[in-house]
């Protein structure tokens, strides 16, 4: 059974354009171990949220897993995890962290309730709402 989720990023750092400008990415670099069980649950074809934190906070488009977790590279010591991400689609309009806040259905989503977590699920209901409010 597919599970959702949604994986932030600082723009600056890596934009949704620079994702699919490169049509592929390892998600590197999570040092959390709530986010990296996250990574470890994600599956093959499960659809992503990319989310940029920091300034335009909005949900920007969605991705798939490409790659499910293996071990990151990037990591010197300790056993974290990587998983690849293609780009699917931009959102019709990103969705903002506002509109998230004020829309009654998505009160419980964890972006609102673990602001910091960087891999987190979402529900389907959640991801459906969105995709609505994107158009």
């Avoid at 592929?24 to 996250?38: D, H, I, K, M, P």
């Amino acid at each position: 059974m597919k599970r959702h989720w949604l994986v932030k990023q600082e723009p600056s750092a890596y934009s949704w354009s620079d994702f699919v400008r490169d049509g592929r990415t390892s998600w590197t670099g999570v040092r959390n171990y709530t986010a990296r069980n996250n990574l470890r649950a994600m599956q093959q074809g499960d659809p992503v949220f990319y989310y940029h934190s920091v300034i335009d906070k909005a949900v920007f488009g969605i991705a798939k897993v490409a790659r499910v977790a293996y071990p990151d590279a990037t990591a010197k010591e300790g056993e974290w995890s990587a998983v690849d991400l293609v780009p699917k689609q931009s959102l019709a309009r990103p969705v903002t962290l506002e509109e998230i806040k004020k829309n009654p259905d998505l009160k419980e989503m964890a972006l609102l309730r673990l602001s910091r977590l960087s891999v987190q699920p979402v529900t389907a209901a959640e991801f459906h709402e969105i995709l609505r409010m994107a158009g």
